[in-house]
């Protein structure tokens, strides 16, 4: 990615906490912030004007690209998490290297449009249906690394270790793509991987139930040694914490600490079932907490307790996961909702406590601790989400935040810059022109294969 140095003018900027007018943003060659300078009156020559309320980029901390296929298939009629997995997996057997591209770059666009500068790709779909490894161990995601960079966003790859069907059962036929032969073998693959200027690579657990206990450890070393994130999904379905009871004596939460997979570097996604213990226990690692509030409705998996987890000392962030809508600000905005249904009452979160969430704390789970901030020294990615729109036209400059976070959606972003680049200019994305016909065609070819 060749870049310039660049001059932004944000009408209004989110800055410390608070809504700043007329903010100069200078960025350098390095893709790194340079000047931030508040209370400029007008844009200096040659700066380009970014009209509404400038926030850090946002982070999708929690995405499966290939989901986007199943968009509106899976709404149709009725079941529960179970049944969406069969359509899932199907989706999933008819993935090839070329697919998986096309779907991921389309859905990567998507979020550029929405005002995500960085996207979690928790990837676990590795060799040939069957779980025959490609020539190339890697190229599956080899293409969404392609796919992020063509898109222009930033991308933490993290790679999955899926061993088993359940505890103490071998990978069923679907999941034969998903799994490594064993734990040592997911880690010399992973290996491999390398990361560059706009992607760095982590590592996940799909799950105690995909993950044996005996294996637990080795992700989360092979993660520790190389500094990197480590996600994994918990709690996600009752089931889960029944049959690792039954299994183990212990929680899934319980069942990750004792192997040394939690802790300030790790991310729990959903933890929608959790007992009074996990949430201490979560809170007392600094283990934080990635909640998908839209898929997790969208499932009907539960709404977990987020405002309980927060206080109990765990970060939280957003992800879309199975991209039944791509819009971090509804996500934002869902987490304080389904805290209201579930304790009727308001106010379990600020504004500004969203706002991290969906951008600050999800870049720290991502690997990004330099991202997510307006202020020098940081990576010069940042959206404006417009002001004058049916949805949020009309309150005064001090309340634009929580017009952004309860009113606005992914179709009020104007602008995003990635790295000082600007992506997405005046709602349009300028190295994708036609991302409604690149989505098109890429559900059709996921689809379509055979």
Do not use: K
């Not at 729990?268 to 907490?289: K, N, P, Q, S």
Request: hydrophobic fraction near 45%.
């Amino acid at each position: 990615m060749s870049l310039t140095a660049q001059t932004y003018w944000s009408e209004l900027a989110w800055l410390n906490g608070t809504p700043e007018p007329g903010v100069l943003l200078a960025t350098a060659p390095d893709g790194l912030i340079t000047r931030v300078v508040p209370g400029t009156p007008a844009p200096p020559a040659g700066a380009v004007t970014l009209r509404g309320l400038t926030l850090p980029g946002l982070a999708n901390a929690h995405s499966h690209a290939f989901h986007r296929a199943l968009r509106s298939t899976v709404q149709v009629g009725a079941g529960t998490f179970w049944t969406w997995r069969s359509t899932m997996y199907d989706a999933a057997g008819r993935l090839t290297p070329d697919t998986c591209y096309l779907i991921a770059r389309a859905a990567y666009a998507e979020m550029a449009l929405a005002g995500v500068t960085c996207v979690g790709e928790f990837h676990y779909v590795h060799h040939q249906p069957g779980g025959i490894p490609y020539g190339d161990p890697n190229v599956m995601a080899q293409a969404l690394t392609a796919a992020a960079a063509e898109a222009g966003i930033r991308l933490t790859l993290l790679d999955t270790c899926y061993l088993a069907a359940g505890f103490g059962r071998a990978p069923e036929r679907a999941q034969l793509r998903f799994a490594d032969a064993s734990a040592e073998d997911w880690a010399a693959r992973a290996a491999a991987l390398r990361g560059n200027a706009t992607t760095r690579v982590g590592a996940a657990i799909h799950s105690v139930r995909a993950v044996p206990a005996d294996a637990l450890a080795t992700v989360a070393a092979w993660a520790a040694e190389r500094e990197a994130p480590l996600h994994v999904h918990l709690s996600e379905q009752p089931s889960e914490n029944a049959d690792c009871l039954a299994a183990h004596g212990l929680t899934p939460a319980a069942l990750l600490d004792a192997h040394g997979a939690l802790g300030p570097r790790t991310t729990a996604v959903h933890a929608t079932h959790l007992t009074d213990e996990d949430i201490a226990l979560l809170g007392r690692t600094g283990t934080a907490v990635c909640l998908c509030p839209t898929t997790e409705a969208d499932l009907g998996d539960g709404i977990g307790p987020a405002a309980r987890l927060r206080a109990a000392g765990s970060p939280l962030c957003l992800g879309s996961d199975s991209h039944a809508v791509i819009d971090l600000l509804a996500e934002a905005r869902a987490l304080e909702l389904h805290q209201r249904l579930a304790g009727r009452s308001r106010g379990h979160f600020t504004a500004g406590q969203l706002l991290g969430a969906a951008s600050e704390y999800g870049h720290a789970a991502l690997g990004w601790p330099e991202a997510g901030r307006l202020e020098p020294g940081a990576t010069a990615d940042f959206t404006t989400v417009a002001l004058d729109s049916v949805r949020t036209a009309g309150p005064p400059a001090r309340l634009a935040p929580e017009a952004a976070v309860f009113a606005a959606t992914a179709a009020d972003v104007r602008h995003t810059v990635v790295a000082g680049r600007h992506i997405v200019r005046d709602g349009h994305h300028q190295l994708l022109p036609d991302v409604p016909g690149e989505l098109a065609r890429a559900v059709r070819a996921v689809r379509e294969q055979r």
